[in-house]
């Protein structure tokens, strides 16, 4: 962070284009994020917002475009520049992915004894603290997670995401598959959480009521390209009629769903 | 429509699977040999691979020891041979047996357990949670497995040998009426240690390629339960075919004139 002045945006891509065979997922994303910012990527499913944050973790390689992380270059790094990259940066992924041959403590422990090479007992008050910070009791970190609830594992996956107290935290769908009412807590929690790290975060989801509560700023995601971003609170007279008809979830309007005819 | 076309494109669909199953297995073997490595993870395969590996292996190559003493009786009586008996129990059990059954069934037993927790672990994105936490999953998947398999199995394989000539002994003595004595002494002065070093070099061999196809068909498993189905059968059918092919290789290797 040392060179990076304020106007360096702290994650930054520039036409990224990610193909599947023939298939287009990614056409060219451009997208700006500055430090501190919350940014919400709204866009119906399938169209590539799990692929993009793919892309930043350097979990895919982008087939053309720039990506940059403090105004520095990410998307061709060596495997020990790429996991240094990594250390700065906490995932939630959409199924929490937890690592179920492990307890819930090693696994929010995982990344300060792997790859910060942290001693396990030192390890282990932190992930303990770390649970407390998402309403998590201590015992909790003894059960394997396949004991846990929808609502537990994504407390769990937040846990790790934020153990290392990464520059960056990306939230990939934190509600879906869960109750309105654990969405609502989830959001409040990733809020506080983002708050309390002084993380910047990529939020991807398609409930807007969750996107409303995280967001300092949303972007929409439409066949592979950001057609409309803006702060969050002028999501409602966006004036892009592509936007207007998710936030309605209206059936009629220019999105047109990618179903096969049977 | 020409007619070739789809052979070429068999051929080169082979090729490219060649090409990233070497590639793995390069990227694999170096994580092996370059620190840091995983005791607790590579002692935790090893007890998997080695220890509850035992029963299988030990029952397997017992009966199998067994069933060759039978054999033999029945076809050398006939040229009052019988007292080749030992000779051909311990050869046949040092050389062949007891690493090929040994890795035929931990190809199902490992290979398969392998295949279906990396493949799940790909489809639930455990694996992409492993690289975002820094952590390289060839270095803490990969490579304790393939240690593993590689130094367990000789073990697995040398203790085969006892329970394989064991159970030709069993055989021999309390069914076949021969001197326990007389038989063993013929087995000492017959084994020669290249027929167990042999054997020892086979089974390291295929600890390797099972832990290897294992690894390998979990790690580029792709589509929900379906994919990691699949991933568990490639496993264990290319491990076994592996094992023939290598057997072979190895026992030219090792005795062709
Ligand atoms: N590894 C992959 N190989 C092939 N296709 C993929 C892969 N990952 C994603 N896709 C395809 O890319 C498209 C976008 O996927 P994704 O980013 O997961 O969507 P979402 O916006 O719902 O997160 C999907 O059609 C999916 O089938
Ligand atoms: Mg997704």
């Known amino acids: 962070m040392s060179d990076a002045t304020p106007t ?12 599947f065979g023939t298939k287009t997922v990614l056409n060219g994303v451009d997208l700006e994020v500055a430090q501190g910012e919350s940014l919400v990527i709204i866009g119906g499913s399938g169209t590539g917002k799990s692929v993009m944050l793919k892309c930043i973790l350097g979990l895919l390689t982008p087939d053309a475009g720039e990506i940059e992380i403090d105004g520095r270059p990410i998307t061709r790094l060596s495997t020990a520049e790429r996991e240094a990259v990594n250390a700065r940066i906490g995932m939630l992924f959409q199924n929490a992915a937890l690592f179920d041959s492990l307890s819930v403590w090693e696994n929010v422990a995982f990344g300060l004894i ?8 030192r390890a282990k008050e932190i992930a303990i603290r770390k649970l407390a910070d998402v309403g998590l009791d201590a015992d909790v970190g003894a059960l394997s997670p396949a ?8 407390r769990v996956g937040l846990a790790r995401a934020i153990a290392g107290d990464p520059e960056i935290i990306f939230f990939d769908e934190p509600t879906t598959g869960l109750d309105p009412i654990m969405g609502h807590i989830i959001d ?7 708050r309390q790290v002084g993380a910047t975060a990529i939020s991807i989801t398609h409930d807007m009521a969750s996107a409303r509560r995280i967001a300092d700023r949303m972007a929409m995601l439409y066949r592979g390209e950001i057609i409309w971003s803006g702060p969050a609170a002028s999501i409602d007279d966006s004036g892009n009629a592509y936007v207007d008809q998710f936030v309605h979830g209206a059936a009629e309007g220019p999105i047109r769903m990618e179903l096969r005819k049977l | 429509m020409n007619p070739f076309r789809p052979v070429g494109h068999a051929f080169l669909a082979f090729l490219e699977a060649t090409g990233r199953l070497f590639l793995f297995a390069v990227i694999g073997i170096g994580h092996c040999v370059r620190p840091p490595l995983y005791p ?5 395969q090893m007890i998997d691979i080695g220890y509850y590996s035992l029963p299988v ?3 397997t190559t017992l009966f199998a020891g067994m069933v060759l003493a039978l054999q033999s009786y029945t076809g050398f009586a006939r040229f009052s041979a019988e007292d080749a008996i030992p000779s051909v129990v311990v050869l046949s059990i040092t050389r062949e047996l007891s690493p090929v059954l040994a890795g035929l069934m931990i190809a199902g037993r490992i290979g398969a357990a392998m295949a279906a927790e990396l493949g799940t672990m790909r489809v639930t994105e455990q694996i992409d949670a492993l690289e975002t936490l820094s952590t390289n999953p060839y270095k803490y998947l990969v490579a304790p497995r393939l240690i593993a398999g590689v130094t367990m199995m000789p073990l697995l394989v040398l203790i085969g040998d006892v329970m394989g000539i064991f159970g030709g002994y069993v055989v021999s003595v309390f069914k076949l009426g021969f001197n326990a004595q007389t038989y063993i002494v013929n087995t000492w002065n017959f084994v020669q240690a ?3 070093v042999s054997g020892l070099v086979k089974a390291a061999v295929f600890g390797f390629l099972v832990a290897l196809m294992g690894c390998y068909h979990g790690y580029m498993s792709r589509g929900g339960a379906q994919g990691v189905g699949q991933a568990t059968t490639n496993a264990v059918v290319s491990a076994s075919i592996l094992i023939l092919i290598s057997n072979y290789l190895i026992t030219e290797m090792f005795f062709a004139q």
């Open chain 2, 194 to 196: 290249m027929d167990v």
């Open chain 1, 114 to 121: 792997q790859g910060k090479r942290m001693k396990r007992a």
């Open chain 1, 8 to 19: 360096v945006p702290k994650i930054k891509l520039a036409g990224v284009e990610k193909h």
């Open chain 2, 57 to 59: 292996v030990g029952l």
């Open chain 2, 40 to 44: 607790r993870l590579i002692g935790r």
């Open chain 1, 147 to 154: 004991e846990l609830s929808g609502g537990m594992r994504k």
């Open chain 1, 188 to 194: 409040e929690l990733i809020v506080h959480c983002v």
